[in-house]
């Protein structure tokens, strides 16, 4: 159950990637950015990092043990980020995504989900 949990959360934020790298590829091209390259930039690195988290999510669905490592490390980097939006007064956005960061390091670093990926290792 927990690593279905985390599976969701992993493939929500791959989603969400997607829709934001896809929104700044199209705002790109139909609008006159002050820095085209940038935003060129922005747009693929957006697109590249959903489908690497949709990626690690299917990866938790197959229960493969190398989903963790990303799993987690998306999280953490989640945590400053949610805290810096908080800080630049964007908390309807910060606060979930710190929710969602601690929902899903919970889900990773569980005994069921470590029971799940790597048995009775020793």
């Known amino acids: 159950m927990t690593l279905t949990v985390a599976a969701a959360i992993m493939g929500l934020e791959g989603v ?8 700044v ?3 790109t091209a139909i609008g006159k950015p002050a820095d085209l390259i940038s ?3 922005v747009a693929g690195f957006g697109i590249l990092v959903g489908a690497v988290l949709l ?4 990866g938790m669905i ?5 989903t963790r490592s990303p ?5 953490i980097f989640a945590l ?16 979930p995504l710190i929710a969602v960061a601690v929902i899903g390091l919970v889900a ?11 048995g009775d290792q020793d």
Do not use: K, M, N
Request: aromatic share 10%; no cysteine; charged share 10%.
């Open 80 to 95: 400053p980020v949610g805290v810096t939006l908080i800080q630049s007064d964007q908390q309807a956005i910060g606060i």
């Open 62 to 66: 197959q229960v493969d043990r190398w």
């Open 108 to 118: 990773l670093l569980s005994p069921p989900t470590t029971q799940a990926l790597y």
């Open 25 to 27: 590829g199209v705002e």
């Open 71 to 75: 799993g987690v490390l998306t999280q």
């Open 39 to 41: 935003s060129i930039f």
């Open 55 to 58: 990626r690690v999510a299917w």
């Open 16 to 23: 969400t990637a997607l829709l934001l790298g896809g929104y």
